[in-house]
């Protein structure tokens, strides 16, 4: 069931009335029993598969906590972790595998045993994966206790709004709010509509439409140039953003209806002075749970520099491996990586601890946010032979750039007519401009401080905004939904 859809509004809305509707003792099985439906909707198969992936979790970390030796409560998380990522391995990588070495044997002129096999991947099995291995983790590590009500730990797994996509929440922050007494606030309704409405903004008036122009320029390089490869990387770069970050507003928003409150996963993060602020304020649950359960149980950075930078370079490959099975991500990942080595080089033989004036801050968001866009060439791009292609060819007919006619000619045949560019532009600008305001406050907070006659001006036009130039009818998924 897709967010960008009138079923699931419809969805959203019963979900809701009768969540206030039903006894307090009753309303988490009403949840589960949504989040059943909502993910069920889509392949009503691969309900089995949570349920194993919450039996096994549910079950070996309860022998975690039951057990006082330490040699079985190693055991039992190891076993826990092989199932967690054996599961995740055969549906998600094991394709890649056989592919790849499929490459490999036809490089080196031998026959493959295996023939080529395709696995239909699980909607956001990646994302309820990490956060049952971090569950268990927790366990291990004595930070909380196990949830003894199978049906409630399956909740906790399962809930509807950040089931597929994240955030992925730690038991510690959402395990409590789901089984907590939460009354009809007004307040709460209001916060989380205006959150989902930001979402949809962000979801079906910047990111369908750029996803157009993006898809049609990457999907056939060699038919453009090097001015149409950088214009689609820009524009891919704000359609993540805006499809990412969107559908975190919804689902925090979705959430916040029913006075649950998730993590925030983005915080302005094209507005960072450096790759390392930038990882700080991007898909924030992910990178904190790669930190905390990978960086620095590896030794983090409390260790001699060459294996601090071996840390770093192995959190962000499997980062880049975690978002999906194609060499492209590894390579998006390490370059990153390398990214963060370097910034880290630079800060040893440069202090910044120094004041920063806003020109020097300006210049280094610049730069941030153009390392940003170029390592997107490899997280978009279709394959390896695509990314250097473009890569190569990104300086190609600059000469034509102050060509009127070429210039027209190339922006309408890059998918969308000079009208709809203008339309997507304006928007990203409305969005930046939403973002400087915000600054260490959420604008809808912030928006509370102003007459009301305001903030009902500011959300009608996002509103009709997004009814009058939302790009609908085409199913377009969640970027993040195939992770």
Same mark, same amino acid.
């Given at each position: ?41 889509? *392949?009503?198969? !691969?309900? =089995? #598969?949570? &349920?194993? /992936?919450? %039996?096994?979790?549910? +079950? ?12 079985? *409560?190693?055991? !039992?998380? =190891? #076993?826990? &972790?092989? /199932?967690? %990522?054996?599961?995740? +391995? ?394």
């Amino acid at each position: 069931m897709l967010f960008n859809s009138i079923i699931f509004l419809i969805f959203f809305a019963v979900t809701l009335v009768f969540y206030y509707i039903f006894p307090f003792k009753i309303k988490w099985m009403l949840l589960l029993i949504a989040s059943c439906v909502f993910y069920m909707w889509w *392949r009503p198969e !691969f309900i =089995i #598969l949570i &349920l194993i /992936s919450s %039996f096994i979790n549910y +079950f070996l970390s309860g022998c975690i906590n039951v057990s006082d030796s330490n040699k079985f *409560r190693k055991f !039992f998380l =190891i #076993l826990n &972790l092989l /199932s967690n %990522f054996g599961i995740l +391995f055969v549906f998600k990588y094991a394709v890649f595998v056989n592919k790849s070495f499929m490459e490999l044997y036809e490089y080196l002129g031998k026959e493959y045993p295996i023939s080529d096999f395709d696995i239909i991947l699980p909607m956001g099995i990646s994302f309820f994966t990490f956060q049952a291995a971090g569950y268990t983790i927790d366990v291990y590590k004595r930070r909380i206790k196990p949830e003894l009500n199978f049906f409630k730990f399956m909740l906790y797994l399962m809930f509807f709004p950040q089931l597929v996509a994240g955030p992925i929440e730690r038991a510690e922050n959402l395990m409590g709010q789901l089984f907590s007494r939460h009354k009809f606030n007004s307040v709460n309704i209001s916060i989380g509509i205006k959150f989902m409405i930001m979402g949809y903004f962000k979801k079906v008036v910047i990111a369908d439409r750029a996803a157009i122009l993006v898809d049609t320029v990457y999907n056939s390089t060699e038919d453009f140039g090097g001015i149409a490869i950088i214009i689609a990387t820009l524009f891919f770069t704000f359609q993540i953003y805006c499809d990412f970050s969107g559908y975190s507003d919804i689902a925090i928003g979705c959430a916040k209806t029913f006075g649950i409150d998730l993590m925030k996963n983005f915080n302005r993060p094209y507005f960072s002075v450096s790759i390392k602020d930038f990882w700080r304020n991007w898909h924030i649950s992910l990178s904190s749970w790669l930190k905390d359960y990978v960086y620095i149980p590896m030794g983090g950075s409390r260790c001699i520099l060459i294996r601090k930078y071996f840390n770093l370079m192995v959190t962000f490959l499997l980062s880049g491996l975690w978002h999906g099975a194609n060499w492209t991500f590894v390579l998006w990942g390490g370059l990153h990586g390398f990214y963060q080595v370097i910034g880290d080089l630079k800060n040893k033989i440069f202090k910044t601890d120094r004041p920063q004036f806003f020109l020097l801050t300006f210049f280094r968001i610049i730069i941030t946010f153009t390392l940003v866009s170029f390592a997107w060439i490899f997280f978009r791009a279709n394959t390896i032979s695509d990314a250097f292609y473009i890569i190569k060819n990104i300086s190609s007919d600059f000469n034509n750039v102050t060509n009127a006619q070429y210039m027209y000619e190339l922006l309408n045949s890059m998918g969308l007519s000079i009208y709809e560019i203008l339309i997507c532009l304006c928007s990203i600008l409305f969005l930046i401009m939403v973002e400087l305001f915000e600054r260490k406050t959420v604008i809808h907070y912030k928006l509370n401080s102003i007459p009301f006659i305001l903030r009902f001006i500011f959300y009608y036009v996002v509103v009709i905004a997004i009814l009058a130039l939302g790009v609908f009818g085409n199913d377009k998924q969640f970027i993040y939904f195939q992770f």
